[in-house]
């Protein structure tokens, strides 16, 4: 008889890693799409391998390795499991260098500052799927504060973060985005017409940063704009929270977000005579 042939030590099976006829490499490109998916929501490995047409034990085997590498985490008792957020950071900040500088922690510099001269909440965040996550957060010292923790998540079309990563993509890329939104109505104030939402991001190019004042939350109003890469692309934004009870935001709290988020940008290698869409940039 045969001997049996060994069992991968990683616990997934050496065929998972064989080339597909297409040239990837399936346990790889499996990983990969599961993260995309666990990225975009929380899920089970059910909906998973129906999303990947696998059989659950090839997704059971794949969860084990991203978990033991910490790059996805069970969320509850009914097997739902999400992208750990806190080590796509981490990974993020050390890819993401310029030089000797990493770009994450010179942001947080930024919110620290902008968090203690305006009392309000700051934050960096980033896009996945239709909404934005927060990464980071810096809460003012003192007075009630807005709370959006590391993880949370807020639709692109009713958040101030989320327009201003809009507002900086191309505009057919804004534009086919757009079109595959849901523009779901949290408040009375919430943006729900496409035309208006574009009316609105071309504003704000002109103006040099965003603004949902109560459209997630009719408590809240926030400030933001993006943060761009060597090529004027969108990667991030940063914005500023606070209760629309402390008073209504001026073109001041905007404006310096705008200058925090242009010295990341300049971090970032962007010069601000590329053309970019984000044309607010290069007037300031």
């Not at 666990?38 to 990947?52: H, I, K, M, V």
């Not at 939104?181 to 574009?198: D, H, I, N, P, Y």
């Amino acid at each position: 008889m045969a001997p049996r042939k060994p069992r991968s030590t990683t616990g997934i099976e050496a065929a998972d890693g064989a080339e597909s006829q297409s040239g990837h490499l399936q346990t790889l490109d499996r990983g990969l799409r599961i993260l995309e998916l666990l990225a975009q929501q929380e899920s089970t490995p059910t909906d998973l391998a129906r999303s990947l047409a696998v059989d659950r034990t090839t997704v059971h085997r794949v969860l084990r390795t991203l978990i033991a590498r910490g790059f996805v985490e069970r969320v509850d008792s009914n097997g739902h499991y999400r992208a750990n957020l806190r080590q796509f950071l981490t990974l993020i900040g050390r890819l993401a260098t310029v030089g000797e500088q990493n770009w994450i922690a010179m942001a947080q510099i930024h919110l620290n500052t902008l968090s203690a001269s305006l009392g309000r909440s700051a934050n960096l965040c980033m896009p996945t799927g239709p909404d934005m996550v927060y990464l980071l957060q810096v809460l003012p010292g003192e007075g009630i504060t807005v709370n959006s923790p590391p993880g949370t998540r807020r639709p692109l079309h009713s958040s101030a973060v989320g327009k201003a990563y809009l507002a900086a993509l191309p505009e057919r890329e804004c534009m086919d985005l757009l079109a595959k939104l849901r523009f779901t109505r949290f408040t009375a104030a919430t943006k729900t017409s496409r035309a208006v939402l574009v009316a609105e991001l071309q504003e704000s190019r002109s103006r040099g940063f965003c603004v949902d004042d109560g459209e997630w939350d009719a408590l809240i109003n926030c400030a933001a704009a993006p943060i761009l890469d060597r090529s004027g692309r969108p990667i991030a934004s940063i914005g500023v929270s606070g209760l629309r009870a402390s008073g209504p935001l001026t073109s001041d709290v905007g404006d310096r977000v705008a200058d925090a988020a242009r010295l990341i940008s300049q971090a970032l290698g962007y010069d601000e005579g590329s053309g970019a869409p984000w044309a607010s940039l290069s007037k300031r």
